[in-house]
């Protein structure tokens, strides 16, 4: 299973950009979805994070300018980015943590899956 994003791209100081991103094939259970960014020189970081009960968080560098939504049940999360600086310019990766089968959620056993990254530039 490989998790697909879309969205990114080029975008003016103070403009507005929309991620997404999805699984290629059927999970047994997500646990938890984020998206996690990294600028060039730099090590990669959480940004934002949903889990299965809906909770969310986001770090002090995004927080009130992203938003993360998701539904872990449909295992799908998007992340809306409002009022993007030039610093915000970084690759962007989501984040599944999952339970691959039943067998897998009794141990308690998770897995992690990896977006390909998506390039956010923000520049005018």
């Known amino acids: 299973v490989q998790l697909q994003a879309s969205g990114g791209g080029l975008v003016q100081p103070g403009g507005s950009m929309r991620l997404s991103c999805a699984p290629s094939?059927?999970?047994?259970?997500?646990?938890?979805m984020g998206w996690y960014r990294q600028a060039p020189g730099e090590q990669r970081e959480l940004i934002a994070s949903?889990?299965?009960?809906?909770?969310?968080d986001s770090s002090d560098s995004v927080r009130g300018r992203f938003t993360i939504s998701g539904d872990t049940a449909n295992a799908m999360v998007e992340l809306q980015m409002n009022n993007l600086e030039p610093e915000d310019t970084a690759v962007y990766y989501c984040?599944?943590?999952?339970?691959?089968?039943?067998?897998?959620?009794?141990?308690?056993?998770?897995?992690?899956?990896w977006g390909q990254g998506t390039q956010v530039t923000v520049s005018s």
């Open positions: 094939a059927s999970i047994y259970r997500v646990n938890v």
């Open positions: 949903i889990t299965s009960g809906g909770t969310t």
């Open positions: 984040y599944f943590q999952v339970f691959s089968s039943l067998y897998d959620y009794r141990l308690r056993r998770r897995k992690d899956l």
